[in-house]
């Protein structure tokens, strides 16, 4: 682990604010067949996953949990074991430690800024989420001010419109289309209806091409159930990102202070842009 991290970390430098989620770029590929429910049963699904985003709303602001992060590409295959902590709306912190328990990199950010401690090489970057390189390893679609809800598999904050409700002739799913008033983007997202939660979330842009393919699995219990893993996957890279996510803990509270990582006096610093 201790051996790969650096070049490994760096590849994920930008791409742990959504924990790591964000490494991949989109893929424009087929979108999953659907067709029109019927009146009654659009109803019947329009409420209940108007229910299910007025209950999400109600849900805790916060996790903390272990965290297993793995990539495989044609061109890197590795992993980072540590844990993270989010806060709504944008507030995240990844801590990568070796197999000693020891912290190795710490990236974090607010959802403006962002900020990783590389401490085999003693390096501290720092730079905006909207800068020139953030955006070379961010696919479009994803916002970093909503972070905290990409990973928990929730809908951000916001007015959402709902454009159609379909069935998957193969399989029989439930595919929502929304669209976000605030800057117009469409999504499809896999709905569970027995179940309360989003399955998966593709970003579309125009002429329905595939921005942002987000898969949740393993929810958990209760009310306001977490996926505990969350997978991208790029067929344009022909890359899997997966993130396992186990040991929440229940109920913790987090404050802005808990994102802070301050940088060692002795560790150099460099501002990317």
């Not at 994920?12 to 999953?32: E, K, S, V």
């Not at 959802?111 to 501290?124: K, N, T």
């Not at 970093?144 to 990409?150: C, G, R, V």
């Not at 996926?227 to 993130?243: A, C, F, K, Y």
């Amino acid at each position: 682990m201790i051996v790969v991290f650096p070049v490994f970390c760096r590849r994920l430098i930008y791409a742990l604010p959504l924990a790591a989620l964000l490494l991949l770029a989109g893929c424009a590929t087929r979108l999953p067949q659907r067709v029109p429910v019927d009146l009654a049963q659009e109803a019947g699904l329009r409420a209940s996953f108007k229910e299910m985003v007025a209950r999400q709303q109600q849900c805790h602001c916060c996790l903390d949990a272990a965290a297993q992060v793995k990539l495989d590409s044609l061109v890197f295959t590795g992993q980072l074991h540590g844990f993270v902590q989010a806060m709504s709306p944008s507030f995240v912190k990844f801590v990568a430690v070796s197999s000693l328990g020891q912290p190795v990199g710490i990236l974090s950010s607010n959802g403006e800024e962002f900020r990783y401690v590389d401490v085999l090489e003693s390096v501290v970057y720092d730079g905006g989420v909207e800068g020139e390189t953030y955006g070379q390893y961010v696919p479009e679609g994803f916002s970093p001010a909503f972070t905290f809800y990409w990973l928990i598999g929730r809908l951000a904050p916001g007015p959402v419109g709902i454009t159609g409700i379909y069935r998957d002739p193969d399989d029989g799913a439930v595919w929502v289309e929304i669209r976000y008033e605030s800057n117009g983007r469409r999504s499809l997202l896999h709905y569970s209806p027995a179940e309360g939660v989003i399955r998966r979330h593709i970003v579309l842009g125009e002429d329905d091409e595939r921005l942002l393919n987000i898969l949740y699995d393993d929810y958990g219990p209760g009310d306001c159930p977490l996926p505990g893993r969350i997978t991208v996957t790029s067929l344009r890279m022909n890359s899997t990102l997966e993130i396992r996510l186990s040991e929440m803990r229940n109920g913790v509270v987090l404050r802005r202070a808990d994102f802070a990582t301050p940088a060692p006096p002795a560790f150099s610093r460099e501002v990317v842009k």
